[in-house]
């Protein structure tokens, strides 16, 4: 089952900041945040992710409480073709010469309407 | 560079027939994943292979899925006999390293099933 919790949908109006939402109380110490987007039609694509502290890419920023237990993906310009869902997903490490499964746990995500 | 690669696109079929699909992932990726995306839920891994072994297939319903990665480049993953309840989208993912937080998965476009 996923270890985190996000709203079903969210509505952001074109060329604002997108700011959604993620909490992962239960998460451990060893387990990174990672999102991910899936576009209508299309396999999910990887955004951004972060142990502890702060990310920022050339798609959008992770903004991660300093209890670790939420999080914030920011896009900070949202265009309609940012309309997707949005995943939230935690994932624990392995050490690389060990490494054992790693998939990772879906939940439903968060529908992301950009309105023009 | 070319991504990850998959056919066929859709497939329809009638219950207590068998289907095929294949996955060809991105040229160096040693881990490749098969997920089941039921609609209006996120993908749920099937099967992780690491090369050409099984690393996770504790979600695999063994008794009618199969998957193999003989020369550990691609991948055919196999229903037999397909239930109604097997219509979804079959998505495959690559990466480049195992076990490593910051290695990102790439997915293809998926196939989409439809068991009548």
């Known amino acids: 089952d996923a270890k985190t919790t996000q709203p079903p949908s969210m509505d952001c109006a074109e060329g604002r900041a997108a700011n959604l939402p993620c909490n992962h109380s239960?998460?451990?110490?060893?387990?990174?945040v990672y999102w991910y987007r899936q576009i209508h039609s299309q396999g999910p694509q990887y955004i951004i992710h972060g142990l502890k502290n702060n990310e920022t890419n050339e798609m959008a920023s992770l903004i991660i409480t300093e209890d670790r237990k939420s999080s914030t993906l920011i896009l900070p310009h949202a265009t309609l073709r940012d309309t997707a869902v949005y995943y939230c997903?935690?994932?624990?490490?392995?050490?690389?010469?060990?490494?054992?499964?790693?998939?990772?746990?879906f939940g439903k995500g968060t529908h992301l309407i950009i309105q023009p | 560079e070319a991504g990850v690669a998959q056919s066929p696109r859709y497939k329809i079929i009638e219950k207590r027939q068998s289907v095929a699909f294949w996955c060809n992932p991105i040229?160096?990726?040693?881990?490749l994943y098969w997920y089941q995306q039921i609609l209006g839920q996120g993908p749920k891994l099937l099967i992780q292979?690491?090369?050409?072994?099984?690393?996770?297939d504790s979600q695999l319903p063994k008794d009618r899925f199969s998957a193999e990665r003989l020369k550990g480049v691609d991948s055919t993953l196999k229903i037999q006999p397909a239930k109604l309840e097997d219509s979804a989208v079959y998505l495959c993912a690559s990466s480049l390293v195992e076990g490593l937080a910051r290695d990102e998965q790439y997915f293809g476009p998926g196939t989409r099933l439809t068991v009548t």
């Open positions: 292979f690491q090369n050409n072994g099984v690393v996770d």
């Open positions: 040229s160096g990726h040693a881990t």
């Open positions: 239960t998460i451990s110490g060893n387990e990174y």
């Open positions: 997903i935690v994932r624990v490490t392995y050490p690389y010469s060990g490494g054992g499964a790693d998939g990772l746990t």
